[in-house]
Each structure stands twice: as structure tokens, then as C-alpha cells.
């Protein structure tokens, strides 16, 4: 007799779909979307419909520790795991002190339990940690000198819209559960707009698409603010009294015309006019965000030339409004269970430049763990990465499979899925907290973080680390939303809406900055040592049109998402992600460097070197070449070979796309 599970994708996507598991016996049989769910509504993607299956079953999968020999990997009990960790530990730190010992830590898997490693560093007396973000970095703090903090609209908000603009954002194929939204909304009559240098698959729903040249939107939108300002399409009731820095903001952009913008876009100065007229005159008008159009060295000022867009025109703190990046609603909401208390002694590691930062640490790191993440297919510039694991003489990972970081491993901890354990689950881009439960006993002898960490912690009699189940661990995480009587009773009996987070942020105009307005011109910024105007800068590397550089390297390197993979989740279950790797590139860019169809290529930047398959697309400028990023190096694949440690204008976000390429037949 089968059961049906309701249960929620831990993914770090946008919505964390509500999913129903059929279990029969003590298997997963099925999973289908949730149509009870407020946000997805049933409809899920082929992660959550095939891939989760794929993998808690996947004959790859291990499920028992595993220490590194010379004879290879070796099977070690859960005890024998724990001495090893305990006895270098304890050496390592004894001699190096805790900063030593380097905690990488993502969110491949999301859950307030998921926290839990964290406090057993905390509890051990500290670590070094990564400092910044290799997603969204540079736009969250762009958002935050000119807010204060991100805030998002409710999804439903789009069918206020008159405009939408879809700027650097691919909800075909990265946030399918917001489509229906945006047909529903053009079919009220709303415009759509998709500003991308990819002709993407949600130009189906486009009015307008403007491929501008990669790295330089923040100077379309600076032009576009022109032509507004020039026009008088400005809101002077909302400027005068809501914005901060709009003298010194518009003698910034009196420079930014049309013809200037066009010739560093390649957008032609009718379009950017075009654009300026219909968001200026057309309200509300609102602007989703995609990370795309901010990893370059100047991603953050192109974030606030962005908002300043809505600002100016009034657009912010009205229904169908806005400027959507991220949002942090549930700060403050849920209880800290990290440890922070515990005053722990910790080194922050810059994230986007984070192998040359391990290779020049001191004291040096000697022992690298790492949870919900494999830096080694992720990071940029993964020859220096593996060179920065290579040095570390004790490696732990903690996963589902032998990835490329887990082959870099001395011990491997086996995880469960979020089928196997129990969490709360809530995201940065919704309004919504779920309950995740266990539906199936792990496999073998998987564990989930918080029995691991737990278990280690109780091994090495670490006083900062009680001995609570993961359900005493969520009640004590989610005090704070017992004032409006959210409690895990209340969550598992579906999922609740955020208390405090409106559908429309700011309403009252009031803004969390020094002013307490949007500040064109930031005073957060200046404070910290970053122009406090949007300016427009160049990349460090993607424009470099006429230097030496450009010669040897001509063609921009886009490194996407895949739709069907979640970075470098889910690879290895298909048997096209251990082929080798295809290259997207325009036809007549394949015909200029005497390239043919599903010929073996070598693409080439600064920093390496791969092999891949050529694949023709006229939905590519012909300067620029795609490859999607989260294949394995173990596979022959692998882009961050390619990719630069280059730090960012803000916000320490990684400039992944800030790279030149050349790309030519494999001899």
C-alpha cells in the first residue's frame, strides 16, 4: 500500500517547491509537485521530478565512511571515522591554532539544521571561513547601500505590473514557477522586457530584448537614466522626498547619453531610447534581478545603477513595483544555533580569490572540511584550487558521491538526502517557511549533519555542543516566531507565511539607510571606501577591446546555469554530463575561426585550458561563447578551469564572467 509524503525541495533555488513523495514499502517510488503549495502550485522541474529519485537510489551513491589509503578508499566504521577527525584535529590545532583548520560551508542543500556544522567549529574554538559569496555578493550589498538591506515583492505582485522587466533573469529556465505569473500578467496587458546578451528561452514572452555586449549594463542603465531625466519622465514628488543624492546623481549621468552607452554596449541608442521611454512614462514598472549581470569586477555599481532606475521614477514601495534582487525577511525571525556565542576565534578567507587566500594564509591551513559544497568544480581557477587542497595534510568532505572535491578528500562522511532526516526549510526569495520530513530511513550507514556534527562534537567532549535530537534543535531555532504563533507543530501541518514581510516593501518610504531614504548616493559606500555614486567602470578583463589581452583571448565567456542541474549537483546521474562538455557559440563565430559543428574544440583562457564539443546557436552575440557551468573536472569537463580570482567593485562576490576566451579546432 502506497503513501503519499508531503515534503519540500531543499534546494538553493527560488522557491522551495512543495513536493509529494509516493512511498511504497520503505522506498520512494515517485515525486510529483505539490499543488496544495502556495508557491509552485504543483509545478516542479526536472530536478525535483526525476533527479532527487536518481540519486537517493543512485547505485554511485556511498553510504559508508570512507578513509583515503594507499590502496585507495577504504571503508571505516562511524567510531574509527570519529577518532581520525579528533586525533589530526587535535595535533593540528594543538600546533597551528584553530584558524588552521579552513570550514567551507554552501548551500547545496538548505535547512535550518544544516547550520549545526558551523557550531561544531564554534564549539572546537574557531576556524577560518570564507568571507563573501561565489553567487550573489556584489548585488547584495549593492542593494544594501542603496536600501539598507534586499527586500523582495510577493511573486503574486507581477500581476500589478504593467512592465516587467526581465533584466539578466531566465525564468523558463531557472524559476519555471514564476511563468505562470508572467503569462498571466501579459495577458492583463503588461509589457515584458528581457535585457540579456543570450537570446533565453523567456524571450517567448518578450516585447523587447536588448543583448547588450557582457559586463556593461551598468551603462545601459546609466544611459537610460538619462534619457528619463532628459525627458522630464522623472517622479519629482517621490526624488524630493525619498531619495537621497539625486543633484550629484544626475550631473553623474548627464554624461551617459544614448550614442556614449551605445558604443559601449552595442546597443543602438534608438533601443536604449526605447527602453528609457517605456520605463519612464509606464507605471508601475518592475525589475527582476538575475546573478548573471553582476559577476564581473564591476557587478556591484551595476546592481545600483539598476536600482536607481526604479527610484527615480518612482517605482519603489508600490504594487507592481520594485527592484527584485534578494530578500532577507526571515532575519531576526529565527534563532542563531551556530554558536556564535561561544565567542569563537575565527579568520575570514576572501571567497572569491579563496586558493590564493589558503596558499598565502598564516598561520597556514592544515586541515579543510567541507559541507553542501564542492569547491573544487565550483571555485574559480580550479588548477590553484586543487594546488590549495593539495597543500592541506588532512581533508574531509562531507556528501552524497566521490566528487571532485571528495577525490581531493583523506575521509569521506556519507550524508543523507533530505528524504532521510527531518528540517525547516525557508528561502531568500520567498515568503514562505516549510517543513521537511523524514520519509525514509538513510541507506546504509548515511547520516545526516546533525547527527554527524553532533556525534563528533559529544566524541571530542566539546562543552559548546549539547546533546539535543534535530527536533529540540528546530524548537529552539524557531522561538522567536512563536509571537505569531508559528511553532513545528504549526509547520508540519504545512507551510506558513512570513509574519512581518509585506507583499509590498517599502510602503512607508521609510528606508533602513543613514538618511533613511534610497541614497543615490550612498553614505554606507563612502564610509566604506566605495564611490558612493553608481558609477560605470570597465571590467578587469571583459572589455578589454584593443590591448593585447583581447587579441590573444576576442570572444566573452558566459558560464550559466543549466536548467536541469543545480551547479554541480546532479551531474554525474546522466550519462550526457560525463560526455564532454558542448561549447555554445554563434554560427558565423564558428565560421570566422574555421570551426565546423560537433567538432572538438579547446577553449583557452589566462588560467587553463578544455576540451569541448562545438554546438551552433544564432541565440549568442557573435562575441561571445556559453558554457554551462557544474560539470565535473573528473569528467574530462570542468569550467572553472577557465575562470579568474579576481576581486569585485562590493560585496565580495566572485566575477566568474569577467573572463576572455579563444576558442579553436582540437588538433
Known amino acids: 500500500m502506497s503513501q503519499l509524503i508531503k515534503t519540500i525541495c531543499p534546494m538553493d533555488c527560488y522557491s522551495h517547491c512543495g513536493l509529494l513523495a509516493t512511498l511504497e514499502g520503505d522506498k520512494i517510488t515517485k515525486i510529483v509537485g505539490d499543488p496544495d503549495h502556495p508557491l509552485n502550485k504543483g509545478l516542479i522541474c526536472v530536478k525535483g521530478r526525476k533527479k532527487h529519485l536518481q540519486r537517493i537510489y543512485s547505485p ?22 570519529y577518532e581520525i577527525i579528533a586525533d589530526n584535529l587535535t595535533k593540528i590545532t594543538k600546533s597551528y591554532g584553530p584558524t588552521s583548520v579552513l570550514h567551507h560551508d554552501n548551500g547545496g542543500s538548505e535547512g535550518i539544521l544544516k547550520s549545526l556544522p558551523q557550531r561544531f567549529f564554534n564549539a572546537l574554538g574557531g576556524c577560518s571561513r570564507p568571507a563573501g559569496s561565489i553567487c550573489w555578493g556584489s548585488g547584495n550589498k549593492a542593494q544594501a547601500y542603496d536600501f539598507g538591506r534586499p527586500k523582495l515583492h510577493c511573486w503574486d505582485d507581477l500581476l500589478n505590473s504593467k512592465l516587467i522587466i526581465l533584466w539578466g533573469r531566465d525564468p523558463a529556465s531557472t524559476n519555471i514557477q514564476l511563468m505562470p505569473l508572467l503569462r498571466q500578467a501579459k495577458a492583463r ?201 593539495a597543500q592541506s595534510q588532512f581533508n574531509v568532505v562531507v556528501d552524497f558521491f566521490l566528487n571532485d572535491t571528495a577525490e581531493m578528500a583523506h575521509l569521506f562522511l556519507p550524508c543523507t538526502t533530505f528524504l532521510e532526516e527531518q528540517d525547516v526549510v525557508y528561502s531568500s526569495w520567498s515568503h514562505y517557511l516549510s517543513y521537511s520530513p523524514k520519509a525514509v530511513e538513510p541507506l546504509g550507514q548515511s547520516r545526516s549533519d546533525h547527527h554527524i556534527f553532533s556525534g563528533l562534537a559529544q566524541y571530542m567532549n566539546l562543552g559548546g555542543f549539547p546533546n539535543l535530537s534535530a527536533e529540540e534543535w528546530l524548537e529552539r531555532a524557531l522561538v522567536p516566531l512563536a509571537n505569531y504563533g508559528i511553532t513545528l507543530d504549526k509547520l508540519k501541518q504545512g507551510p506558513v507565511r512570513n509574519p512581518v514581510a509585506p507583499d509590498v516593501p517599502w510602503q512607508d518610504g521609510v528606508f533602513e539607510t543613514p538618511s533613511g531614504k534610497f541614497e543615490l548616493y550612498s553614505q554606507l559606500a563612502l564610509a ?80 587553463g585550458q578544455i576540451t569541448c564539443t562545438a554546438r551552433f546557436s544564432d541565440a549568442l552575440r557573435k562575441d561571445t561563447i556559453l558554457i554551462y557551468q557544474g560539470s565535473w573536472a573528473l569528467h574530462g569537463n570542468g569550467v572553472n578551469m577557465l575562470t579568474p580570482q579576481f576581486l569585485p567593485d562590493m560585496g565580495l562576490g566572485t566575477p566568474y564572467y569577467d573572463c576572455l576566451c579563444n576558442v579553436s579546432p582540437k588538433l
Not at 551547479?567 to 555554445?584: K, T
Request: net charge neutral.
Open 528 to 607: 566604506d571606501g566605495v564611490n558612493p555614486l553608481p558609477q560605470y567602470r570597465e571590467p578587469r578583463e571583459s572589455l578589454v577591446r584593443d590591448s593585447s589581452l583581447a587579441m590573444q583571448y576576442p570572444f566573452h565567456l558566459i558560464t550559466a546555469h543549466h536548467s536541469d542541474y543545480l551547479h554541480s549537483q546532479f551531474w554525474n546521474l546522466a550519462s550526457e554530463g560525463m560526455d564532454i562538455q558542448p561549447v555554445y557559440l554563434h554560427p558565423d563565430t564558428g565560421g570566422k575561426v574555421g570551426i565546423k559543428e560537433n567538432q572538438l574544440v579547446n577553449i583557452a583562457t589566462k588560467r
Open 60 to 81: 554511485e551513491r556511498v553510504t559508508t565512511p570512507l578513509r583515503k589509503t594507499s590502496s585507495g578508499w577504504q571503508p571505516v566504521s562511524w567510531t574509527e571515522a
Open 189 to 389: 496587458g503588461a509589457k515584458i522586457f528581457v535585457i540579456n546578451p543570450i537570446k533565453i528561452a523567456s524571450c517567448s514572452l518578450a516585447d523587447l530584448h536588448l543583448a547588450p555586449r557582457p559586463g556593461t549594463d551598468g551603462a545601459l542603465a546609466l544611459a537610460v537614466a538619462h534619457e528619463i531625466i532628459k525627458n522630464h519622465w522623472i517622479n519629482e514628488e517621490y526624488i524630493n522626498s525619498r531619495v537621497f543624492g539625486y543633484q550629484e546623481y544626475k550631473q553623474l549621468v548627464e554624461e551617459y547619453t544614448p550614442e556614449k552607452a551605445s558604443r559601449i554596449t552595442d546597443v543602438s541608442a534608438e533601443l536604449i531610447s526605447t527602453i528609457a521611454k517605456e520605463y519612464g512614462t509606464i507605471s508601475p514598472a518592475t525589475i527582476i534581478f538575475g546573478y548573471g549581470l553582476q559577476r564581473y569586477t564591476n557587478g556591484g555599481q551595476t546592481v545600483r545603477a539598476i536600482n536607481a532606475l526604479a527610484a527615480i521614477t518612482g517605482n519603489l514601495g508600490l504594487p507592481g513595483g520594485g527592484v527584485n534582487y534578494s530578500g532577507k525577511h526571515w532575519f531576526g525571525l529565527i534563532n542563531d544555533i551556530t554558536g556564535s556565542e561561544l565567542l569563537p576565534e575565527i579568520r575570514h578567507l576572501n571567497w572569491p580569490t579563496l586558493a590564493e587566500s589558503i596558499m598565502e594564509a598564516k598561520p597556514p591551513v592544515k586541515s579543510i572540511f567541507v559541507t553542501r559544497s564542492n569547491p573544487l568544480t565550483q571555485l574559480p581557477d580550479t588548477n590553484r584550487v586543487l594546488a590549495a587542497f
